[in-house]
């Protein structure tokens, strides 16, 4: 979004008017700025400098001889021009460390317990996001046999997540069938990608003899009966927070937000949103009308990527009213997403 530029009075005026509504949730009139910020200017003036800043539209005023609030417009300059981002308090940095230990050794679980987390400590819904199929690797293959033609395949990955499939060939197997395949699938496709499993295997299949190649035939059969997956798993806590705030006692504002939440997809857009804009921080911002989604345009997300051995493979993010303290939740943000992607990257390794 464009915007001017303001001038020293303007953006002080601006910046005060957002604190006080993140606080208190109520229109700003210009004495409680001079009062709480203890300013050597006079009502009247801020009043002036209020009615131009509405004019630009960084600022709004609902009802006549209300105070003003900010814009969506606003919000965005306070974010991009006058925001400096609080790093997370020791007290937050703690209990993160206390409760995200190198003892979780399952990625669901690790993922779970920091949006857990996020959401306890944020006061917002926190969302986040499992590390990309195309990042995960394979780790080890298991074959069980259940029955003539129940077999149970199992798939742990690098980031200590587990798949867990039940297939059903036409073929019949036997224990030792199912030994010898486990462990021909481990030579061949231990550290391929996870979503590349079958596409690897069909590859090498020109290359095989004999008993590699019937193998090999056996193996590819089953990895085709895998489900496709694709989709990526959300983790998301604390839905009832947003309903908390005074923006969602409005039943059509909640049942609209309500409906965006079920929409897993368009929540993994919004959290998203930011990561193609070239900031100088890690935490992108999307203010409420720039996300052009049905049910956000009272919401605002902070959201930060995380990375395992350099690359990035998620985000983390949080979800609460435009009313929300952009600084503070930015640096609990990116603070969060810096200490799971270490703990993941050493439950890579």
Known sequence: MSHSK????????????????????????????????????????????????????????????????????????????????????????????????????????????????????????????????????????????????????????????????VLQPEKVFSAEDTQRLSRFLNEQLHDTPVDSVAASLEAKLRVFIDEQRHLAEQALELLQMLPGDSSQRLFLEGTTQLFEQPEFHDVRKAQEVFGLLEERDRVLDLLRAGIVNPI??????????????????????????????????GMVGVLGPRRMSYSRLSGLVEYTATRLGNLLTRLAR
């Open 280 to 313: 100088p921080h890690p935490s992108r911002v999307v203010i409420g009308s720039e996300a052009r989604q049905e049910g956000f345009e009272e919401l605002s997300m902070v959201s930060a990527p995380y990375e395992v051995d350099g690359k990035t493979v």
């Open 6 to 165: 303001l001038t020293e009075r303007e953006q002080l005026i601006l910046r005060a008017v957002v604190h006080l509504y993140v606080t208190s949730a109520e229109p700003v009139g210009s004495r409680a700025i001079v009062k709480r910020f203890d300013l050597d200017i006079s009502p009247a003036t801020v009043r002036n400098v209020m009615a131009d800043l509405e004019e630009t539209d960084y600022l709004q005023q609902r009802h006549t001889s209300s105070g003003r609030i900010p814009t969506d417009k606003g919000y965005r300059y306070y974010v991009d021009s006058l925001m400096q981002i609080q790093e997370a308090t020791h007290e937050d940095r703690a209990r993160i460390e206390a409760n995200l230990s190198s003892q979780l050794r399952d990625s669901d679980e690790i993922l779970r317990q920091t949006s857990y987390l996020l959401s306890l400590i944020s006061h917002q819904t926190s969302i986040v996001e499992s590390p990309r199929m195309s990042f995960a690797r394979v780790d080890h293959i298991e074959i069980v046999l259940l029955g003539d033609h129940r077999l149970a395949f199992l798939l742990a990955d690098n980031c200590g997540g587990v798949r867990t499939m």
